[in-house]
């Protein structure tokens, strides 16, 4: 293996030497297989190819200074995958099996965990899809549980440097009563083409707004968004969020350093009341927001002295990675350590 250049590493897909694979057949799991082929075959009926069939995760584990390694927060990423498997009609993943193919994945690349204080994780994408042929409109009958892995560095470039982001209109990413709130791949698709107009125009990404009325925050692509108003953290709730295991975690923080925490819809002229904004999820981690511009109406909020990320943001990002790193004590039990 070459030697990674850990501190340069993008959020991208590494070639690592193993995955583990299960397969779903006549109503039940079958055993864990290790592969070490990036390559999957299946039906060219498959449902997760022809209506979308297809749920994933992302979770990370990270080397801490004690030479440990901890995966965070694993059982919320199995109970997402799930509720995301039950909303569109696919078989669910017992936590036995999702907890073994995640440990055996992370043991088996356990070269690709970069050190510690490099700033960058692995990143674990377990995936689940619908494999058996269907051509009418049907859930299959077959599924396939993978997971991959691989070492990766800040979502956005930017890292912790605060970013740009643009609110639109002309798109948006999940209908109200539709698949917003489940990490379905459509969702993804859906979000293609605002975001990849966002980059040209110089944005880190997109803040879609409620598909219903256009007035609240849902969420800065990738991520959800969080506001910091004085002495509370404000995150929007909407039913085609997807709830987000590294805000549930913020909020946690949030409370534990003496804030109050709002769940509610915030609306886009609300966004002139924040002292800090900021993007948070497992890849993004937290991302401040230095300026959101409106593409409608070109008005702009800003925020950010000198280009630096707030102090809440920074406190609150300290104590997240402290723990993801064991610097600090796991008193909330997010953390399984990998013997
Ligand atoms: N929102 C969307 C649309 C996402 O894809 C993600 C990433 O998983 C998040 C938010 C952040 O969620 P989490 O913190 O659980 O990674
Ligand atoms: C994550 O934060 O894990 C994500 O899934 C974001 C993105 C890569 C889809």
């Not at 907890?99 to 490099?118: C, D, F, M, R, S």
């Not at 609306?267 to 904004?277: K, M, N, Y």
């Amino acid at each position: 293996m070459n030697q990674i250049d850990w501190k340069n590493l993008p959020f991208g897909y590494f070639k690592t030497d193993y995955n583990v694979r299960c397969y779903y057949h006549d109503g039940q799991w079958g055993e864990l297989e290790i592969s070490s082929s990036e390559l999957i075959s299946m039906h060219m009926a498959a449902t997760c190819l022809h209506y979308g069939q297809e749920a994933f995760e992302g979770l990370k584990a990270f080397r801490g200074k004690d030479g440990k390694i901890r995966i965070f927060r694993m059982d919320e990423n199995w109970k997402r995958m799930n509720n995301s498997a039950r909303g569109i009609m696919m078989a669910e993943v017992p936590w036995e099996l999702f907890h073994k193919a995640v440990l055996t994945v992370v043991k088996l690349n356990e070269k690709y965990i970069p050190p510690y204080g490099e700033g960058a994780s692995l990143y674990i994408r377990p995936l689940l899809i619908g494999t058996g042929p269907q051509v009418g409109v049907k859930p299959a009958e077959e599924y396939m549980f993978l997971v991959f892995a691989g070492p990766v560095g800040p979502y956005f470039k930017e890292g912790f440097n605060p970013v740009k982001m643009e609110i639109v209109r002309d798109y948006h990413r999940a209908a109200p009563k539709g698949t917003g709130h489940i990490k379905v791949g459509g969702n993804y698709a859906a979000s293609l083409v605002p975001a990849h107009r966002a980059h040209q125009d110089g944005y880190a990404s997109v803040l879609f707004l409620d598909a219903a009325e256009e007035k609240y925050i849902d969420e800065a692509g990738p991520a959800n968004f969080f506001g910091i108003k004085g002495n509370t953290y404000v995150t929007p709730s909407s039913r085609s969020i997807l709830p987000s295991i590294t805000n549930k975690s913020l909020q946690e923080l949030a409370k534990e350093i003496g804030m109050k925490v709002e769940v509610r819809p915030v609306p886009v002229e609300e966004l002139a009341e924040f002292d800090e904004v900021g993007a948070c999820g497992t890849a993004a981690v937290i991302s401040p927001i230095c300026s959101i511009i409106d593409r409608d109406t070109t008005h702009g909020y800003h925020y950010c002295k000198e280009s630096k990320a707030g102090e809440i943001s920074t406190r609150l990002y300290k104590k997240l990675r402290a723990i993801q790193e064991g610097e600090e004590p796991d008193k909330y039990g997010w953390i399984t350590i990998v013997e």
